[in-house]
Each structure stands twice: as C-alpha cells, then as structure tokens.
C-alpha cells in the first residue's frame, strides 16, 4: 500500500495528542485527500458536516476505552485508529468524483491502482488511517509497524468493502489484517477482545479489574 501522506504526517509535533482534535482532525483528513489525489488522480468531494460526525463519534466511542492505552499503548494506537476507520466508512464523508486520469501506472503500482479503482473512499479512510499508524509509532517509538503484503491483494479488498459495509466495526480487523496482526473477528470495535491487551493484561496487576469493566 502506497502512503505518499505518511511522512507529511510525520512531521506534524505531537501528532498523537493533535488528531484527537476536530480542527487537526479535519484539516489532516483533506490534506490526505489532496496527496491521494495528485498521487493517483482521483478527486474527491468531502462533506464536512459527516467528517465531523465521524470524529464526534470517534472520540466518544475511543474515551469509553481509553483506559487501555496504559496496557499497551502500541496496540491501542492501532486500535484508536481502527475505530477512526470505522467511524469513516459508517459516515461515508468522502465522494469519489472523478477516476484515475493521471496515474501512470507501473508493475510496482498497479496493485494500488486496481484497490483505487475498486473503492476510493475505502481507500482514502485506510489509507489516513495507516499513515497515522505508522506516523504516530514513529515519534512515539522510533518504529513504525510493518504492513502486510495482504493490504495490496484486491481480493482481500473486495471481502474488506463487502463486510465493512455491512458492519462497520470490522473495518478494525481489516485495518488489524493489514498490519500483520491477527484480527478479532467477534468484537473487533472492543479494546479488552485483542490478542495483544490479553497478554498484557495477563501479567498486569490491573488485569482483573479491567476484566471486569
């Protein structure tokens, strides 16, 4: 997956505490449009008012579990950014407008390409969402995950749409998918449910208590 935005983002300072706020969130998302526009020639059209919607929502549903973040806050940055994904393709604030006209495509894009073609919204959201992933690991971490060669298989794209639109919620499995982790399929949009904060919190003295909650 081509993230010709990621590095834009990475060079935002506190990237993490800025995009949980509607005026870097909103401003982050049109610039991402923008780089995946000139990148692959597609315009889109965003409707303000359903991107709004989406971070609102966001924020509400990422507080109720932000607790988990002191177990393991690789993940939940993941996890975070699942729920923006999600959030994304339930309000469905972009319109595609216009196909690709100016990508040259090559044997090194053309898989990119066909998943453009295919789902431009869907992939405007993951695409946002995986540079603020990587872009976010970074600062906080010095590295960023690797993504799995999966995110460039159209046919997983064609399950990813079919399933995300339906439930939204999976578009956190997918996101996990793509990132090499292994999905929970049952209650994806549930922090307590992933594999990762199951180990940590197996070992933690607040297991239990968070078991509970």
């Not at 992939?123 to 010095?142: D, K, M, P, R, W």
């Not at 919620?169 to 922090?191: C, H, K, M, Q, S």
Request: aromatic letters at 12%; a negative charge.
């Amino acid at each position: 997956m081509d993230l010709p935005f990621r590095h834009e983002l990475a060079l935002m300072p506190d990237l993490r505490h800025r995009l949980r706020q509607l005026r870097w969130f909103r401003a982050t998302f049109r610039s991402s449009a923008k780089v995946v526009s000139e990148t692959f020639g597609v315009r889109f059209e965003i409707d303000e008012a359903k991107l709004t919607r989406a971070f609102l929502d966001w924020i509400e549903v990422m507080e109720a579990q932000k607790r988990f973040a002191d177990v393991d806050r690789a993940d939940f940055i993941v996890f975070a950014a699942g729920l923006v994904l999600r959030e994304l393709i339930r309000q469905a604030p972009a319109r595609e407008i216009s196909r690709l006209t100016e990508m040259v495509e090559t044997e090194a894009n053309a898989g990119t390409a066909e998943i453009v073609r295919f789902w431009p919204e869907g992939f405007l959201y993951t695409n946002y969402c995986v540079s603020a992933i990587l872009a976010v690991h970074e600062q906080e971490f010095g590295t960023a995950p690797s993504i799995d060669k999966c995110a460039d298989d159209l046919r997983i794209w064609w399950s990813y749409r079919e399933n995300a639109t339906e439930m939204p919620a999976y578009a956190v499995a997918f996101l996990d998918r793509f990132l090499g982790a292994e999905p929970n399929w049952i209650t994806p949009d549930r922090a307590q449910s992933r594999q990762a904060m199951q180990r940590a919190l197996g070992s933690s003295p607040v297991s239990e208590a968070l078991r509970q909650l």
